[in-house]
């Protein structure tokens, strides 16, 4: 048998996904909806792995690793200064042999809000709260392990509209304090989102989510970090119509997946 099943690496393999488990990317942003209007994403991402960061930042193989994500964000301005998040997903996870395990089931269901602080004709600051809960169980499992523990993630979002030569463009910067259940340690993460529109209807995304656990782990955890990159093209179709397609990948990091995929969206405001 490869070397990767000894026993390190194949606690290497564990922590690698756990680590990895819940990554959301759908999100609008530190803007808040005006009063009586909101945005609803629907998205769906495939991601697909066969080799992980170890604790060294060194790539090495691990069986296969497929999941998908059918996610909902859902986004309504209560008042012009407070918007309700509401966030379900579907996910099913597919694992190689020797391994061989598999799920698929509701993932996590975020609920929470986003409440501006501060704004001018250019700039936003908000600070988003969501609570996630599980749809998972079973943290033996390892297409369930990772997923199966309540969460809390406090958020401060700054945004910055502007022009890039002729071109509208904005910059979305998220800082994130995660409390994760269990054995599970928290994390600290850092969105960032640059958009341009080169004209009217097309806009040119490029993101970076990094995520870095802190404090202690214990059971199959361990700590680690890893940073995911996406670039995405979003079409105004129609008339509160958009559609989104990208890529995404896992650039860097520590006891990670090294996960590559794409992802398509359909935005609609209302």
């Not at 808040?32 to 991402?45: D, F, H, K």
Request: proline share 4%.
């Amino acid at each position: 048998m490869r070397l990767l099943f000894e026993r390190g690496n194949y606690r290497l393999f564990l922590v690698a996904i756990v680590v990895t488990a819940f990554h959301c990317q759908a999100h609008a942003g530190a803007w808040l909806q005006p009063r009586g209007r909101g945005l609803l994403i629907l998205s769906g991402t495939m991601l697909s792995s066969g080799r992980a960061f170890d604790d060294e930042g060194s790539s090495t193989s691990i069986p296969r690793y497929n999941k998908f994500e059918l996610s909902g964000w859902l986004e309504y301005g209560l008042t012009d200064h407070f918007t309700l998040i509401f966030q379900p997903q579907f996910r099913s996870v597919d694992i190689g042999s020797p391994t061989a395990a598999s799920h698929a089931g509701l993932g996590y269901t975020g609920l929470g809000a986003r409440i501006g602080l501060w704004s001018n004709d250019k700039s936003v600051v908000s600070f988003q709260s969501l609570a996630y809960i599980p749809g998972s169980s079973d943290e033996s499992d390892p297409a369930q392990a990772g997923s199966t523990e309540t969460e809390v993630d406090l958020r401060l979002l700054y945004g910055r509209s502007f022009r890039l030569g002729a071109w509208p463009a904005f910059l979305d910067t998220e800082l994130a304090y995660r409390f994760r259940g269990g054995d599970a340690p928290d994390e600290v993460r850092s969105d960032v989102t640059f958009g341009v529109r080169p004209r009217p209807d097309i806009m040119l995304m490029a993101q970076t989510f990094s995520t870095f656990s802190l404090g202690s782990a214990r059971g199959i955890y361990d700590v680690g970090w890893e940073n995911k990159a996406a670039l995405s093209v979003v079409w105004d179709f129609a008339p509160d119509w958009s559609l989104q397609l990208g890529g995404i990948a896992t650039i860097a990091g520590e006891n990670t997946l090294q996960e590559r995929g794409g992802f398509v969206a359909v935005w609609k405001r209302f």
